[in-house]
Nanobody, 127 residues
């Protein structure tokens, strides 16, 4: 079992920036890839970004490449998602997640690749 707590969500205008944080505890996750998922109203949960155990490799959905940056500080057991140039279509609940089956991550990620996630934090981008 792992406990993941997201924070940093809020309301921003299109073109703005927001930084999400994820604090992890419980089951050790420092040796695993971690990532972010999101779910918009009426839509399925989708992959956003992932990062390898040491931050050496990162992976992004095409929709956020060049705008979002994932990072981690293992000494603090924390994962971040820096979001810039936000668009209304980025509006969703964002979830921190852990992939217990790999340390380096995967070339093609989907929501089913993650084994656990937190309660989520709401991000709303207005026009």
């Amino acid at each position: 079992q792992a406990q993941l707590v997201e924070s940093g969500g809020g309301l921003v205008q299109a073109g703005g920036s927001l930084r999400l944080s994820c604090a992890a505890s419980g089951r050790t996750v420092r040796s695993n890839a971690m990532g972010w998922l999101r779910q918009a109203p009426g839509k399925e949960r989708e992959f956003v970004a992932a990062i390898s155990w040491n931050g050496g490799s990162t992976y992004y959905a095409d929709s956020v490449k060049g705008r979002f940056t994932i990072s981690r500080v293992n000494a603090k057991n924390t994962v971040y998602l820096q979001m810039t140039s936000l668009k209304p279509e980025d509006t969703a609940v964002y979830y921190c997640a852990v992939d217990f089956d790999t340390a380096v991550g995967r070339r093609n990620y989907g929501p089913a690749d993650f084994d656990s996630w937190g309660q989520g934090t709401q991000v709303t981008v207005s026009s």
